[in-house]
């Protein structure tokens, strides 16, 4: 194999080299920080990584973005006859990679473009003149001869939705893209050192990949099944030692990221990636304060996604650009589900970019105030593109989100606004009690039954007992005779099951079709996502004011996750639940 370093001197240039049968890399080099965007900050240059495959067909993956357009087909042309060009594979596309391909379309007048099915849809939007040279890929490998047949698998994350990588079979290249990268630039083609990468490797997996840790593990999966000897990543040095050890690496990061004490769901749009490198800096400066982040790009999300990490997470941070004086559609969803779904609380923040009027922040903010959501940093609206200065502000936001976050689990301080001078202050008083939100279940002849209520507590140790007080309407004539059953189930907090019942008998829909059920040894349902549950049997009753109080035994009990707390009902008076 031989190595060509066309330019010693540090200017742009492109190194050329062969890397494996009909191979060739074009490393087209910066050694300045190429963009301002967090992943570069460590000031090492970087290298974009282009491929080119010449067997009978000549194929070429993933060239380069605007900075190295015009050095880039320059140094293309002393290889390859243009006219001869067959396919452009795109391991994702961008902005940037548009410039070039709008360049280079018209001089490789045979060259069709392989990519995703999102990519495809983009570059026909941009591009409708060359729709007929677009194509996705399928399943099925793409033969160039001489044994390079190409094997593609689609690697969707939050960041590059249409992420592509490509399998050459003739030379055991995996042509990674976006994983395994670094940013930094040496004459030094391979890893022959690969201990000494360990440091940049690892933020740039931090920068760009802790944030999608969970989809990530999943494309690591994906990417097994191929029997890869190199790794040839879209930027720093090609990966030809300890692969194994390295997806390893990957996979442990992922991990270690998962395992964080606190999590927090960044949930974005971005028509035109301004947001979305607002949405890095902030999680970077969570993440190197050690929570978890889950990147959610709302624009490819499915609601089920949105609704599990919301009921799940500790914090939530929702960005957003300002589009026609909205937030895009898909983030209104998104908060839609945040504020009938989302534990008041979780702390909460608010980012974006706009041009001129941004009024998407400010809905945001406001929807989060009126529902008394507590904000982890003041709310960010950055014009059009953020500078290095607001991504350091974005970072130190993110940091301080966490901080937050970690006092406020510590102190799990309700957010009680009490300001409405309507309440009277013995009502005030009497609301300052709290209660373990719980779902009361019960078998009325062949239908089951479930009532929310939060006016339970513990009465006796010895047996174990609970006291209910219970309204006529909540069901009391199915609790409230002696040996009457039922079973308590003890809601977790942040797990929203609540929104399926309400203080009153059950009534319209089954709510149970929603939830997964077990039946108890008594006969009532019991809720297996709440935290735990009683199986009890009522002993003693007493007409109390409006309510029965009901003294039951426990009979029996399960606790279902040990880590989780109990959701607690926080009240503004005591005249109402
Ligand atoms: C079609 C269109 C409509 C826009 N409407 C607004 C607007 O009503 N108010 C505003 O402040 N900015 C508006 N902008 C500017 C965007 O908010 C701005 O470009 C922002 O950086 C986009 O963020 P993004 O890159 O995350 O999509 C508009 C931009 C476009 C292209």
């Known amino acids: 194999m031989s190595t060509t370093t066309t330019t010693t001197n540090r200017k742009r240039d492109v190194q050329v080299a062969e890397i494996g049968k009909d191979t060739t890399v074009l490393r087209s080099r910066t050694w300045e920080r190429l963009k301002f965007e967090v992943e570069y900050s460590r000031q090492k240059g970087t290298t974009a990584n282009s491929y080119l495959i010449q067997a009978d067909k000549k194929a070429l993956i ?21 006219n001869t060009l067959d396919y ?9 990679r548009r410039t070039t391909l709008e ?17 495809a849809n983009a570059l026909k939007t941009a591009f409708p003149e060359w729709e007929s040279r677009i194509q996705t890929v399928r399943e099925d490998s793409l033969d160039l ?13 939050p960041r590059w939705a249409d992420g592509l990588c490509t399998y050459d079979s003739a030379t055991n290249i995996l042509y990674t893209d976006k994983f395994f990268g670094a940013h930094i630039c040496e004459d030094t083609l391979f890893d022959e050192d690969p201990k000494s990468l360990d440091a940049e ?9 802790a944030p999608q840790a969970k989809q990530v593990e999943v494309i690591l999966d994906k990417i097994a099944v191929f029997p890869a000897k190199t790794y040839a990543p879209g930027h720093g040095p090609i990966v030809n030692n300890r692969l194994s050890r390295f997806t390893y690496d990957y996979n442990q990061w992922c991990e270690n990221q998962k395992s964080q004490e606190s999590t927090v769901a960044l949930l974005y749009a971005s028509a035109y990636g301004n947001t979305a490198i607002l949405a890095g800096a902030i999680a970077q400066g969570l993440i190197e304060n050690g929570v978890n982040v889950e990147s959610i790009n709302c624009e490819l999300a499915e609601t089920d996604e949105i609704t599990r990490i919301v009921e799940t997470c500790d914090g939530l941070i929702i960005g957003s650009p300002t589009l026609g004086g909205h937030a895009p559609t898909q983030i209104q969803t998104a908060l839609g589900i945040i504020l009938s779904t989302a534990a008041k609380t979780k702390l909460a923040g608010v980012f974006g970019s706009y041009g001129w009027s941004g009024e998407a922040v400010d809905l945001i903010e406001n929807k989060f105030k009126d529902a008394n959501y507590r904000l982890g940093f003041e709310s960010i609206r950055v014009r059009f593109t953020p500078t290095p200065q607001i991504l350091k502000e974005c970072q130190e936001s993110g940091a301080l989100f966490a901080q937050n976050l970690k006092e406020a689990k510590k102190l799990r301080t309700p957010t009680q606004v009490i300001t409405e001078t309507h309440i009277g202050r013995t009502e005030q008083a009497v609301g300052r009690i709290v209660g373990s939100l719980c779902v009361v279940t019960t078998r009325d ?4 039954k479930g009532v929310l209520t939060s006016w339970v507590s513990q009465a006796s140790f010895n047996p174990p007992g609970i006291m209910i007080a219970i309204a006529d309407e ?20 942040g797990r929203n099951v609540r929104r399926y019942f309400s203080r009153h008998s059950t009534l319209g829909d089954n709510p149970f079709v929603n939830l997964s059920t077990k039946t108890a040894d008594n006969g009532c349902l019991v809720l297996t996502e709440a935290l735990s549950y009683l199986e009890c049997t009522v002993q003693n009753r007493t007409k109390c004011g409006e309510r029965w109080l009901i003294y039951a035994v426990v009979d029996n009990g399960e606790v279902f996750e040990n880590e989780g707390l109990t959701a607690v009902e926080h009240r503004k008076s005591g005249s109402y639940c």
């Open 62 to 82: 993933d060239p380069p973005g605007e900075s190295f357009t015009e050095i880039y087909l320059q140094e293309l042309r002393q290889h390859l006859d243009l």
């Open 88 to 96: 452009i594979i795109l391991g994702h596309v961008n902005p940037n």
């Open 103 to 119: 360049a280079l379309l018209p001089i490789a007048p045979q060259a069709t473009i392989i990519c995703s099915r999102p990519a």
């Open 145 to 157: 001869g001489q044994g390079h047949e190409l094997k593609f698998v689609t690697v969707p994350t």
């Open 201 to 209: 490797r690892r933020y740039y997996f931090d920068c760009l990949h």
């Open 445 to 448: 002849g062949e239908t089951d």
């Open 474 to 493: 909540q069901n009391a004539d199915l609790i409230s005779n002696l040996g009457d059953k039922f079973v308590l189930n003890i809601l977790k907090e």
